[in-house]
């Protein structure tokens, strides 16, 4: 899997890609160290996601404002 993250004009956007399975399959969870962490429930994939952006604004993701889309193999973060 590949990750990649853009700055669009309504928020940040991660986007990893060769993930084959279906969008029930995954959870992305805010924790409170400040990153983003994406898991699969059949144990195929764990990733923690840094945020500097909102470290630097001393903020911490929240979980309620964490959206995800799964669509031709990629899994998308806003």
Known sequence: PFVTRR???TGLE??????PY??????????SDGTL???TTN???YKK???PDLERAGLQPEQDR???IHQYNTLIIT
């Open 7 to 9: 700055i669009t004009k």
């Open 14 to 19: 991660w986007r990893i890609r060769n993930l």
């Open 22 to 31: 279906p969008k029930d399959v995954y959870s992305v969870t805010a924790e």
């Open 37 to 39: 962490t994406v898991r």
């Open 43 to 45: 144990k195929k994939y």
């Open 49 to 51: 996601l840094a945020v």
């Open 66 to 68: 964490v959206s995800f």
